[in-house]
């Protein structure tokens, strides 16, 4: 195999996770932990520990709509490849049902389908971020300044054939995926941008809860 033809084989996701991605999420538990214990300080200190540079390095430039995600997207052309359709042309209901997700967390449990990383939903974000400001700060998916970690990390529902391609909101076309996957591969094709079909695979669940424990508190 060639270097071009190993840079354009398939692989599970668009980036391999990085060994601080695990580390932030075990110091978010523990500051879940700390919280719901009653140690504000203790938790804002771990919060704080979790939002490190090398996590941004990493998942900055898949969320970022720029030209120094394409060494990680490393696109080709398919031949008979879905186009992007007009808005009309599509199925207008594009995101899942409270339902959906709820099978869809029972099936892959809080763990992104394609790169496996731990992940956090949006609602324990917010709750994080209302609780500790400034620890667990939070701007926007393409702010610099939001918490690195809770970016990364950050639940969401991908259309495995994608929603501008003709793809539809069915179970059977949903995955769990983390933030850098999903908007990583933008509107491209499995196929498109090498990525094996996690649907293939059994899940892998672990027993990260998603914290999902901090909102039982609140």
């Known amino acids: 195999m060639?270097?071009?033809d190993s840079h354009?084989?398939?692989r599970r996701c668009?980036?391999?996770p990085i060994p601080e991605i695990f580390e932030a999420a075990l110091r978010l538990s523990e500051a879940v932990d700390a919280h719901l214990a009653g140690d504000g300080r203790s938790s804002e200190r771990l919060i704080r520990e979790a939002d490190m540079p090398a996590i941004g390095d990493w998942v900055l430039p898949l969320v970022w709509t720029n030209k120094t995600r394409l060494a990680d997207i490393r696109f080709r052309e398919v031949n008979g490849a879905p186009?992007?359709?007009a808005t009309a042309d599509r199925t207008p209901a594009r995101k899942p049902t409270a339902a959906q997700k709820a099978d869809l967390i029972a099936l892959y449990g809080y763990n992104c389908a394609f790169c496996r990383i731990p992940l956090v939903s949006a609602e324990v974000r917010k709750a994080l971020t209302a609780a500790y400001p400034e620890a667990a700060g939070w701007d926007s998916a393409h702010d610099p300044r939001s918490h690195t970690a809770l970016l990364c990390m950050w639940l969401q529902f991908d259309h495995v054939l994608p929603h501008s391609r003709g793809g539809d909101s069915?179970?059977?076309?949903?995955?769990v995926s983390c933030a850098g996957c999903n908007y990583g591969r933008m509107s491209y094709t499995l196929e498109e941008v090498g990525v094996l079909d996690p649907r293939l695979t059994p899940p892998t669940k672990t027993d990260w809860d998603g914290l999902q424990r901090l909102l039982v508190s609140l």
């Open 14 to 16: 668009l980036k391999e």
């Open 170 to 175: 069915s179970l059977s076309n949903l995955v």
């Open 2 to 4: 060639t270097n071009a």
């Open 83 to 85: 186009g992007i359709l």
């Open 8 to 10: 354009l084989a398939p």
